[in-house]
């Protein structure tokens, strides 16, 4: 069975090559030196990246004037400075043979490759806009940038660089008294290890400081953007194996959820497919209530604790309701629909949600070959038929907890659909109406009372959905089952948009910062005047740093003043001779380039809202098989 | 005694008619029948829950299937009926929407061969599509 690599892949052999090369006690031979040099070189280059990428610290936005101050700029300025000495003599030694066979240089090679490869695979969680900004890709890019994620991080950034400083102040020639009998490589690694060592103290200040709950487990649980491969239901699959495929069917339908979130509008998506969404998760919902109730008789019968057992209970009777709601949910789109479009294909969710509810029907019941025919219905299987060890309890309510996540994401990217269709392309069947509607045509505008009465069953069912996601993460999180990463990752992303609403209300004009690349004046200074000490020149970089910040922020500051205060102080004469009066008004609000759009008669009439050309299949005024 | 008609009823109905928009009128209340027979249906038995679920969904299908259909009448002024029976267990709710949705199987396809237009003729195939799929899912 394949599956999606995660994070934890990466950093895992990354720490452990960096382990194993700086056990190495010995002293090393010119070329590998020259060959770690290398290697360090793009090891504390992916480190310094790992650290941009970083968000900015809580108290970074919330007091941008100190932001330069604050310890996570220092450690990416240490870092920076590293690298720079170390890229200096790489260079250097870019001919010479390098030493590439000594196993120290291998592990510091491997060890830059695995993070490098990290680093990438965090990186498909996000879109990189043409201003330079990351969106997020998934529904995993929140939790990338929550506090617990980016302390776990730090931390493992901070244990690298305080790995790595004592092991090359040994390797420099440290003990040797004068610098005259150092190799090239030796002064290169004499002059980073202080910034090293630096960097790691900063970062692991920074972490303590800003993240203090740092989140290993979820880190490493960061899967690559790609969705698993489909699990077609196996007719005769045994409960562990179902267990197995039911979080991989899960995970596909909440990267397809979260792709449909953007392009579940018109005209892509229709009622059938939101309809067959909501019938397989009522029907899910259903056989997790049957598989709580059997879980929570067995934990009796295994002697499990009894809080376990209640709280499955607990989860069984928030299932129950959950289905019912769902259920409701289907009631109503019975009547109410988009209309039959031919040739409109179902979305990837509502393609594949039937093979959740398929699993999750074939652990619920005895027959291993159920399916949702009468022909194959079955007796619902024994407790013990379905979990016979405790551990298989564990993994029997894994799968349910996955199957409920994954139904929750779906709806709550149905229910902004369906409200984006509300209003202008909802309808009912006429031959549905009461006779007293007189309507010439096939559909009707849905009457405001069945559109009220689909959203308040979307809302019944993602509250009850939610309540039992809960419950479930508590039970997960308590028992360390596989799916308690659902309950952290959720965690972690509530905290993620509470934090970055916090920072938007706060303040909605911080700009990037952008370390300065080479030392300024204040650090030149102290250079200069022949300051070597590191800790007193990253006190230079850093305040160079809030210069460069508060010049740029004032910058951009002064270029919104002139935006605003330009246009509109400047007469606009063709505007003023040519258009009527709303435009001029208009004028002032959009600016001129659009104001002389405004002004411009076209022929025509164009109705507010509605683009000319612009095909509406099924808009009532459109066509003529549907009621105006 | 009701007047809505039962499952035989509309089953008669079906085999009477003749000619396109009479089929397609009796065979839109026929999916409506099975619908709310279906929805009465569900909660009774939990093993038969996702059955019948299924089988108000498909139901659903092969009434959208027809509405669009241009030889579909605008109403029949026919009450549709209900294909069971308050009494009646689910077991046999089950027996008789499987032979219903099998009669209006056939009686599409014998449409769409009917059908002068393309529209009338997808209608009607896809509206089999879900009455088989109805006569699979019913079928004990």
């Known amino acids: 069975m394949t599956v999606t690599p995660v994070f934890g892949e990466f950093l895992g052999p990354a720490g452990e090559h960096i382990s194993a090369a700086v056990s190495f006690r010995g002293e090393l031979p010119y070329d590998a030196q020259c060959g770690v040099v290398g290697q360090l070189d793009r090891l504390v280059a992916t480190l310094a990246r790992y650290l941009t990428d970083l968000p900015d610290g809580p108290d970074l936005n919330r007091r941008p004037e100190r932001s330069a101050g604050t310890r996570n700029v220092a450690a990416r300025l240490a870092l920076g400075r590293a690298a720079q000495n170390l890229h200096h003599a790489a260079a250097g030694t870019a001919d010479a043979v390098i030493g590439r066979a000594h196993p120290v240089v291998g592990h510091l090679s491997a060890a830059a490759d695995y993070l490098a490869a990290g680093r990438d695979l965090l990186h498909t969680h996000f879109f990189v806009e043409p201003t330079g900004a990351r969106t997020g890709a998934s529904y995993w890019a929140p939790v990338i940038t929550s506090g617990p994620v980016a302390a776990a991080l730090l931390a493992e950034l901070a244990s690298y660089a305080q790995d790595l400083a004592p092991w090359i102040t040994r390797q420099s020639g440290a003990r040797q008294v004068g610098w005259g009998k150092l190799t090239s490589a030796q002064l290169a690694l004499r002059s980073a290890e202080p910034w090293l060592q630096l960097a790691g103290m900063a970062i692991q200040a920074a972490q303590r400081a800003h993240y203090p709950l740092p989140a290993r487990s979820l880190l490493a649980a960061i899967p690559a953007n790609a969705p698993p491969p489909r699990q077609p239901p196996v007719p005769g699959a045994p409960a562990c194996e179902l267990c197995e495929r039911i979080p991989l069917t899960a995970e596909r339908l909440r990267y397809a959820a979260f792709a449909l979130a953007d392009r579940a509008r018109w005209p892509a998506t229709t009622s059938a497919s939101w309809r067959r969404d909501a019938l397989a998760s009522a029907i899910t919902s259903h056989a997790s209530e049957l598989i709580l109730r059997g879980l929570a008789e067995r934990a009796s019968q295994l002697s499990l604790e009894a809080d376990l057992q209640a709280q499955m209970h607990t989860a069984a009777c928030g299932m129950a309701r959950a289905w019912k709601t769902w259920r409701i949910v289907t009631d109503q789109w019975d009547i109410a629909t988009t209309g039959h479009p031919r040739g409109a294909r179902p979305t990837p969710v509502a393609t594949e949600i039937g093979d959740l509810a398929l699993q999750a029907g074939r652990l619920a019941y005895r027959n291993p070959h159920w399916t949702t025919a009468y022909g194959n219905a079955s007796l619902i299987r024994d407790p013990a038929g379905l979990a016979q060890s405790p551990g298989d309890v564990i993994a029997v309510l894994a799968a349910v907890h996955h199957a409920a996540d994954a139904i929750g994401r779906i709806a709550a990217a149905d229910h902004a659909a369906v409200l984006d269709a509300v209003g202008n392309r909802l309808y009912v069947p006429t031959r549905l109406l009461p006779e007293n509607y007189d309507i010439p045509h096939p559909y009707a505008p849905a009457p405001r009372a069945y559109v009220d009465a689909l959203l308040r069953a979307y809302d019944s069912a993602i509250d009850a959905t939610a309540h039992t996601t809960t419950a479930l993460d508590d039970i997960a999180t308590a028992v360390d089952a596989p799916s308690s990463v659902l309950a952290a990752a959720r965690q972690a992303s509530a905290a993620a948009r509470h934090e970055q609403h916090r920072q938007q209300d706060q303040q909605s004009a911080s700009q990037p910062h952008v370390l300065a690349p080479v030392p300024g004046r204040t650090e030149q200074a102290l250079r200069k005047l022949r300051i070597r000490d590191p800790a007193l020149l990253l006190r230079a970089a850093v305040i160079d740093q809030a210069a460069h910040d508060l010049v740029a922020q004032a910058r951009a500051a002064a270029h919104s003043r002139d935006i605003v205060a330009g246009p509109a102080s400047r007469p606009l004469p063709a505007v003023r001779r040519n258009g009527d009066r709303s435009a001029r008004v208009a004028s002032q609000d959009i600016g001129t380039a659009r104001a002389a759009q405004l002004s411009t008669p076209r022929s025509g009439t164009i109705k507010p809202g509605i683009s000319p050309g612009r095909s509406h299949p099924a808009a009532p005024g459109r066509s003529r098989r549907f009621a105006r | ?140």
């Open chain 2, 1 to 140: 005694m009701s007047d809505v008609p039962t499952a035989s009823d509309i089953e008669a109905r079906l085999r009477q008619v003749s000619g396109l928009p009479e089929t397609l009128d009796a065979s839109f209340d026929a999916f409506e029948a099975i619908r709310r027979a279906a929805r009465d249906c569900q909660d009774r038995v939990p093993e038969l829950f996702a059955a019948f679920m299924m089988t108000a969904d498909a139901a659903v299908d092969g009434r959208e299937a027809l509405t669009p259909a241009p030889s579909l009448p605008p109403t029949s002024g026919i009450e549709p009926g209900h294909a069971g029976t308050a009494r009646a267990d689910a077991s046999e709710v089950a027996d008789a929407l499987a032979a219903l949705a099998a009669v209006l199987r056939d009686r599409l396809i014998g449409a769409a061969a009917l059908a002068g237009t393309p529209d009338d003729q997808a209608a009607c195939q896809d509206a089999a599509e879900a009455a088989g799929r109805i006569c699979q899912l019913m079928t004990r």
